[in-house]
């Protein structure tokens, strides 16, 4: 298996350079060094894109960890107010339920005044 992907590399390598490595008569082709600089721009171009797309990338991704330590502070802070609140809205309702215990005794007291009166 490993040796058919390494000749299928190969066959790979070869049609991609297309056989610039090779010697004629003496030497390296003549027209092999045209392309291969317009290669080199070529990477050059598409190795300074990818700089700018990753330096791109890589300021989104920091904006957006910002972002969501901001986001995060704020659901602490809503966090925090809200068991505030929690506290003293139970602390009211203990009061009102005092108050309507109070209310109900109160009453009683009065109606059983009315209805039996000593």
């Given at each position: 298996?490993?040796?058919?992907?390494?000749?299928?590399?190969?066959?790979?390598r070869?049609?991609?350079?297309?056989?610039?490595?090779?010697?004629?008569?003496?030497?390296?082709?003549?027209?092999?060094?045209?392309?291969?600089?317009?290669?080199?721009r070529?990477?050059?171009?598409?190795?300074?894109?990818?700089?700018?797309?990753?330096?791109?990338?890589?300021?989104?991704?920091?904006?957006?960890?910002?972002?969501?330590?901001?986001h995060?502070?704020?659901?602490?802070?809503?966090?925090?107010?809200?068991?505030?609140?929690?506290?003293?809205?139970?602390?009211t309702?203990?009061?009102?339920?005092?108050?309507?215990?109070?209310?109900?005794?109160?009453?009683?007291?009065?109606?059983t005044?009315?209805?039996?009166?000593?």
């Amino acid at each position: 298996m490993n040796f058919l992907v390494h000749r299928d590399h190969r066959a790979h390598r070869a049609a991609l350079f297309d056989n610039y490595d090779s010697i004629e008569e003496g030497g390296i082709r003549a027209s092999s060094s045209y392309p291969r600089d317009l290669d080199e721009r070529d990477n050059d171009k598409a190795v300074d894109s990818l700089q700018d797309r990753v330096s791109f990338l890589k300021k989104l991704t920091g904006d957006i960890h910002e972002e969501v330590e901001t986001h995060n502070k704020m659901l602490d802070r809503m966090g925090n107010e809200m068991d505030s609140s929690r506290g003293i809205m139970s602390g009211t309702m203990d009061r009102f339920k005092m108050v309507s215990h109070v209310f109900h005794v109160w009453l009683r007291v009065r109606i059983t005044k009315i209805v039996h009166p000593n």
